[in-house]
């Protein structure tokens, strides 16, 4: 019988592997975590997905009740729209790393809904330390803040989004986010002209990032 020789693996792949390797066992530690309280009303720990070395990293704010439901980010409405917004992009999601600043669903029950509620500070400085490890994995070429309080838990300061969606902000470590609304934040608008507006400048925001990303060696 032929013998099948497995072909060795390329040198430059290794680190990648690696990583990958990495970020499924911190995926895995973070299903048990219990840094702060979001675990206990949550289903499940929602960890961020797409591959290591990836052109964007988009941070959200944390999950909504589909995607506690589901186990992973961005699959509700929010998640659609941000198909939609990326596909005018021209972008693949397959090629951007997706997660949230806060990995449980933070909610109030009404009833039978459970409606979002922000996480507070304390929430979000517990969450980090899975975030700056994703960081540190997946060294997107640039980070993606979606909203105001990702952009707050990624540079650590509050920010005004009217003022500063679209443009570079620095971090300490060298590493650049340019932040915009979360896809969320347009859903929830009243009217259907603020929302074409606010989608317009979503998708602005998210080529310009690209831009920027493709920008970077
Ligand atoms: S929200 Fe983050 S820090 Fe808090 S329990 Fe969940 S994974 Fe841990």
Redesign the pocket.
């Known amino acids: 019988m032929m013998q099948v020789r497995a072909v060795p693996e390329p040198e430059a792949a290794k680190p990648r592997h690696a990583a990958a390797a990495q970020i499924k066992k911190l995926a895995e530690e ?1 299903a048990h ?7 206990r009303k ?1 289903t499940q ?1 929602v960890f961020g997905e797409g591959p290591i070395g990836a052109l964007i990293m988009l941070v959200g704010e ?1 999950p909504g009740d589909q995607e506690d439901r589901a186990g992973r980010p961005f699959v509700g409405p929010a998640g659609r729209m941000l198909d939609a917004a990326l596909a005018q992009v021209g972008l693949d999601r397959g090629a951007t790393y997706v997660t949230n600043a ?3 669903f ?1 909610y109030e029950q009404r009833g039978k809904r459970r409606l979002h509620k922000h ?1 507070n500070r304390g ?1 979000v400085q ?5 975030l700056d490890r994703e960081f540190a994995l997946v060294r997107p070429k640039l980070v993606v803040a979606l909203g105001a309080v990702a952009a707050h838990a990624i540079l650590n300061r509050p920010i005004v989004l009217a003022r500063t969606r679209g443009r570079i902000l620095a971090l300490p470590d060298g590493r650049s986010v340019v932040a915009t609304m979360h896809p969320s934040a347009i859903l929830r608008m009243p009217d259907e002209t603020a929302r074409r507006q606010a989608f317009g400048n979503f998708v602005s925001d998210l080529k310009q990032a690209v831009k920027i990303a493709k920008s970077r060696p």
Not at 126 to 130: E, G, I
């Open positions: 973070a975590c219990e840094r702060c309280p979001l675990y949550a720990t944390q806060v990995k449980h933070k996480p929430e517990a969450c980090r330390w899975w």
